[in-house]
């Protein structure tokens, strides 16, 4: 999977013609580490991959959609329980159906337990969550927030902000991006 991540980040950079020194400015990673990325020879945290999502001005679903096709709406049924597993820390599950050009993105999250790496992170936008199972901390701004199934929070995503597990049990939520379209 990490493999398959670092090849669509490099493809698409390249396809840009940006270069890693570009990247590495705009998302404060290490030339060095989106090199290793890229080669598939470092794992990458969904912090990371969101930074670099956004210097490439693509949506962190792109790294994990199973197919380029966009189409005008798309209906899912059955999809719980369906997410990929990987060697990531994290299930990330694109709900969205590769409609083209979105103003939101849904995706269905589950972190592994204890997964409690990376610093906060701000991006454009707004973002929702919602937790399905477990129990999901937040971190927004200088604030830390316990959020149990059911609980939910609508944030600006300039703010800096984190999803921790710091339980022995996966947590599942739902999180839905919206982008400032510019």
Sequence with gaps: MESKIGKLIKALRTGRKKTLKQISEKTELSISFLSQVERGKSSITLESLKKISEALEVSPSYFFSENSVHVKSNVRRGSLGQAKKNDLSFVFEDLSGNLANPSIEPILVTLQ????????????????????EGVLTLLLGHEEHELHPGDSIHMESSTPHNWLNRTGKPVRFLCVNAFDKE
């Design 113 to 132: 337990p204890h997964e409690d790496k990376g610093v906060p992170f701000a991006h454009k936008g707004q973002e929702f969550i919602y937790v399905l």
